[in-house]
């Protein structure tokens, strides 16, 4: 039988200017007393997380901050974050304020302060043992500092195993933050590479969940069964489409000028929608191709990103196989492929079938100074059998792809993806 249900969770959420200032007042809500803050060290420099704290402390909540996670984080990264917080524990509430890596710290020491075990017992399998907590988590309050992870509002914590130089997660609703806080004040300090990656980690959210397998293509499930990503659906498509239309309008504007209020609070708006989309629906083929892609650089260093290593930021690396991967989608639902282009760009030509999308955002990787495909990252053609290796890794996003993916596939779009223009 073929499945009719689909499902639809979100945080709560308060979007707006000073949205950030009143954190306090959300956090007594839940009787939170103590509060563990999380934010990394660039963010930690533009003083955000020191006036939100400042603020929860006025507010008589008493406030320890953890400003070491780690831009894309890691399983060391984030076992010396929950290593931390078990010491200085135990907190009523956590706060993260940060981009996706902030975000994704907070509930890895949200999950694993709150139930037995350790980091790899919960990663996602095969990479680890996929357990689901058995405890409930604290409240988990996520305040974006940069717009395009959607982690605030998704149940997936993304990290690099080391050793394994592959890409995986940690993906349970009881990851979701209660309450995503986007305040679009709090993304003007971005840099414009930033701005560019992260936007495009909104773009491919908002096209791989509209891009998804249809929820009811999937085979029947029993209610133990569900799981986050069901597939696209009604809901998820309608966040989708409004994403790409707010893009279409801000994303270039915003990465040139990035003191543009319009543009900014547009891009978080954006990059909300998409994460109450694709945290439903779901994300495919970039997306897994991303995690190795990041997993194994060698030398690439990215300007405003931290200099001490290297690093394929995570937007960077799903947009980097994402025109091939759209070409190689196109066959299974020309109609929504054509529909997003056009929402991309009004008035692209779209009488090149396949073509047509993939040209869209090339044309848009370029304009805002994304890398010109792999090559220019450090990978070539010796590199495409392990990074195929790793993206097979990712059969949780596989699953959602609209149409069956092979390995042979994964290296047809590998390939393709060295240079772009």
């Known amino acids: 039988m073929s499945e009719t249900v689909f499902t639809y969770a979100a945080p709560a959420l308060k979007f707006g200017t000073g949205a950030s200032d009143e954190i306090g007042h959300d956090l007594r809500s839940y009787g939170a007393q103590r509060v563990l803050l999380v934010t990394d060290p660039g963010v930690a420099a533009t003083g955000h997380p020191a006036r939100i704290a400042e603020q929860l402390a006025a507010r008589g909540l008493e406030v320890t901050t953890y400003d070491r996670a780690r831009v894309e984080p890691t399983d060391t990264s984030l076992v ?31 999950l694993l302060t709150t139930n037995p075990g350790e980091l790899m017992d919960y990663v996602n399998a095969p990479v680890g043992k996929a357990l689901a907590p058995t405890e409930p988590l604290l409240p988990l309050v996520a305040v974006p500092t940069t717009t395009g992870t959607g982690s605030e509002s998704t149940t997936i914590c993304v990290l690099d195993v080391l050793a394994l130089h592959v890409k995986t997660g940690i993906s349970h609703p009881a990851l979701r933050p209660r309450l995503a806080v986007v305040d679009p004040a709090l993304t003007m300090t971005q840099p414009a590479m930033v701005t560019a990656a992260s936007g495009m980690d909104i773009l491919c959210h908002a096209l791989e969940s509209y891009t998804a397998r249809w929820y009811a293509d999937f085979d029947a499930k029993q209610p133990e069964q569900r799981v986050p990503y069901c597939g696209a659906n009604p809901v998820a498509d309608m966040w989708s489409e409004k994403a790409l239309s707010l893009l279409a309008g801000a994303f270039r504007t915003a990465v040139r000028d990035g003191s543009d209020t319009v543009s900014r609070e547009q ?80 008035d692209a030509d779209l009488g090149a079938g396949p073509d047509v999308l993939p040209g869209v955002l090339t044309r848009l990787m370029r304009d805002i100074g994304i890398p010109n495909g792999l090559a220019e990252v450090g990978y070539g053609d010796g590199d495409v059998e392990p990074l195929v290796d790793g993206a097979l890794k990712q059969q949780r996003l596989l699953a959602t792809a609209p149409r069956e993916v092979t390995g042979e596939d994964l290296a047809s779009v590998f390939r393709g993806s060295m240079e772009h223009w």
């Open 80 to 110: 010396e974050a929950i290593e931390f917080a078990r010491d200085a524990g135990p907190f009523d509430a956590v706060v993260a304020v940060g981009g996706g890596s902030a975000i994704d710290t907070a509930k890895a020491v949200n």
């Open 267 to 346: 891009m978080a708006l954006a990059a909300t929608f998409a994460g109450l989309g694709f945290g439903n629906a779901g994300v495919h083929i970039p997306h897994a191709n991303a995690y190795p892609i990041a997993g194994r650089v060698r030398d690439f260093r990215p300007e405003g990103y931290p200099a001490d290593e290297p690093i394929v930021p995570h937007g960077m690396a799903v947009s980097l196989t994402a025109p091939e991967a759209f070409r190689f989608t196109f066959a299974a639902d020309p109609g929504r492929h054509l529909r997003a282009a056009s929402l991309l760009e009004p």
